[in-house]
């Protein structure tokens, strides 16, 4: 083998590569947050704050980061989070990232403003598809987009219940940020898109676009509607305390995401990672706890894991790849964030997935104490 890309080394630099390509306002959208970008900052701050406890001697010849997530067998407990439109990074858009996802054996969650159609992403795909869904106030188009996931393969249905409407994004408030004309939500009737398309006053067209279609009534009530339109196993994205958890445990769902759509909706909201340990106690074992925001390493992988999430998604790291080389470019991060975690699982000493507990992770932050059972307060 010849020397390995310096590029292949860091994701920082797929940061950098993708910003100098794309134009100054996707790269706002893709990058921004909410308000003062605060909780955007937290979900990195709080992988930085924490420390892992390594063990020595334990036999790490073999590691194995593969999992079964709700039914699906997974090369890595590494996905990638649900992102609307990704033409506007790539002009194969959903297709190449689902490509790049099935090389790795890695889950994907393809958002419902996709800009591919939900047939040709299924068709790219050699892996497991999930569809996200927003509770759009035409319930008929909701239950048609549904129909169709379910036709094409996608194995279950995640609904994102942290945006009854659009944090303030200021960066695309400033740019006047609306979705170019040749980029569309093809999932979607168009005569309900045509906001997207429009920058408004002091605002943007997607932040107008879900004033108009979002339907902000949705309540814990509406839930059952959901499942008696299909079979597929229903994941809530967007959960942040242990009140929620409870609630979404009560209510029959089959998972949930600990996020806060990436510091994209209501700033000052608590890190993901500080999150994860409440809503983990709340829930049965049995329910898988996913984890978003600010995971761009195989150590913060680990961390999550080690504090009780079952998976990750990965969000921004997946658009700068998909910017730079569209399916290659994905390709190459997941593979490095996977290296990264094969590395992190050896020097750790817990060589499986199923190894990672509480115990690996320091409390607080720089002691060696470690603590009988999870706390809410590790690592904070
Ligand atoms: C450009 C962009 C578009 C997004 N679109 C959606 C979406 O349509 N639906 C959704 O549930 N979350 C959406 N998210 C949030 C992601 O699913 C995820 O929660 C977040 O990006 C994870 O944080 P990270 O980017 O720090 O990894 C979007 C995020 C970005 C950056
Ligand atoms: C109306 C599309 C919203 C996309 C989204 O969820 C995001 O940009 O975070």
Partial sequence: MGPVEPADLDSTYFEAAARARLPADIWDFMQGGSGA????????????????????????STTDQSLTLLGSRLRTPIGIAPMAYHQLFHPEGEVATAR???????VMVAGI?????????????????????YWLR????????????????????VLTVDAPRIGRR???ARNGFAVPAHIRAVNLDQTLMAASHRSGQGSSGIAEHAREQFDPSLTWADLSWLRERSSLPIV?????????????????VDAVVVSNHGGRQLDGALPTLAALPEVVAAVPPTLPVLLDGGVRTGTDVA?????GARAVLIGRPVLWGLAVDGEEGVARILAL?????????ALLGRPRLADLDHTAVARPAGSAAPLATPTPDQCR
């Fill in 37 to 60: 970008e605060r909780t955007l900052a937290a979900n990195r701050a709080q992988f930085e704050h924490c420390r892992l406890r390594p063990r020595t001697l334990v036999d790490v």
């Fill in 100 to 106: 790049a996802a099935g090389r790795a054996g890695a």
């Fill in 113 to 133: 403003f996709a800009s591919r159609t939900l047939e040709a992403i299924a068709e790219a795909a050699t892996g497991p598809l999930w569809l996200q869904l």
């Fill in 138 to 157: 035409r319930r008929d188009a909701l239950a048609a987009v549904v129909e169709r996931a379910e036709a094409a393969g996608f194995r279950a249905l």
């Fill in 170 to 172: 200021l960066r695309d």
């Fill in 236 to 252: 809530l994205k967007g959960i942040l305390t242990a009140e929620d958890a409870r609630l979404a445990a009560e209510h029959g």
């Fill in 303 to 307: 961390l999550a894991i080690a504090l």
């Fill in 337 to 345: 964030l996977k290296a990264e975690l094969d590395d992190t699982l």
